[in-house]
């Protein structure tokens, strides 16, 4: 085990700073008949094509807001998935839906009921039965005490040769499997570590036993015995207004998840999100969610 790697995690909560007010922003949704992806400020926030009549949850959205202001949010609601993963042609008229509402509160001193809505949308009723998908793009104001680099100042990769692109998104992603088919966690655990201090940064993890919970995660990934699935059925997509990329699979079982999947010794898949960038001044792929 490299000690540097671990004691470097062990260690990040003293790089996370604490305020008066603290807030976790939160995703609040439900829907029925449909299949959908939500982006905030044009990274994935919520994304769901498997079958099922309805559904709903509060799942938190703390690491895509970077800095205080105007945030966006893009809505995409697309046809139901049957038990076989087939996606219908259409959205079902006048019994298809999605609603979206977006929270902020403080999660040391406020219960979730108490926290402030700063966005909500609610999907018109779909009036004719041959409509493939609803779009809407938004925006909510968002204040927080911190600002995180993230990706802000990345390259735009969409003025990379897409060719070339691609195969160095690849070639890294073929890279992390091997990682993680090998159980090497010291090395991930490397290539994660911005991601995960911006990530406890956006939740306030400023704890001993924060840090300890991060480190323990990358040890539980190793009890997997991960084999990792072909990786193949996939695209590319731009994340980020273009500063950001990933591969995305496009069959029917896995559609809309990250390329990046192993099954664990239990038989069940393991899907690993892995958004890549080059920061400013660098021509090397780099994690960046």
């Known amino acids: 085990m490299n000690q540097n790697i671990k004691e470097k995690y062990l ?39 498997t079958s099922g009549n309805q559904g709903g949850a ?13 945030q966006d ?59 493939p998908y609803v779009e809407f793009k938004g925006s909510f104001e968002a204040t927080v005490p911190y600002q995180l680099k993230g990706w802000s100042q990345s390259q735009d990769l969409r003025k990379e040769n897409r060719e070339q692109l691609t195969k160095e998104v690849v070639a890294f992603y073929q890279h992390y499997r091997e990682l993680l088919a090998k159980g090497d966690m010291d090395a991930i655990a490397g290539l994660l570590y911005n991601r995960e201090v911006e990530i406890e940064q956006a939740f306030f993890f400023n704890k001993p036993t924060d840090a300890e919970d991060t480190w323990k995660r990358f040890n539980e990934i190793r009890n997997y015995h991960l084999e990792m699935e072909p990786l193949e059925h996939y695209e590319l997509r731009f994340y980020g207004d273009g500063k950001a990329v990933g591969l995305v699979r496009t069959d029917d079982e896995l559609r809309g998840e990250s390329a ?30």
Not at 58 to 70: E, H, Q, T
Not at 75 to 93: E, G, H, Q, S, W
Not at 276 to 285: E, R
Request: charge should be positive.
């Open 73 to 131: 949010i893009t809505i995409r609601v697309y046809p139901r998935v049957d038990d076989n993963d087939k996606m219908d042609t259409f959205l079902l008229a006048h019994n298809s839906g999605l609603n979206i509402k977006i929270k902020a509160g403080d999660y040391d001193k406020e219960k979730q009921q108490e926290y402030k809505q700063l966005f909500q949308y609610k999907m018109p009723e779909v009036q004719n039965g041959n409509i």
């Open 260 to 289: 990046m999947v192993g099954t664990s010794s239990d038989g069940k898949y393991r899907i690993y999100n892995l958004i890549l960038h080059k920061p400013a001044g660098s021509n090397q792929l780099q994690v960046i969610r």
């Open 11 to 49: 260690n990040s909560y003293k790089l996370i700073k604490k305020y008066d007010y603290n807030p976790r922003f939160l995703l609040d949704f439900e829907s029925y008949n449909c299949t959908y992806e939500i982006l905030v400020n044009d990274m994935p926030a919520l994304v769901s094509f």
């Open 58 to 70: 509060i799942v938190p959205v703390s690491s895509n807001i970077l800095k205080s202001g105007k």
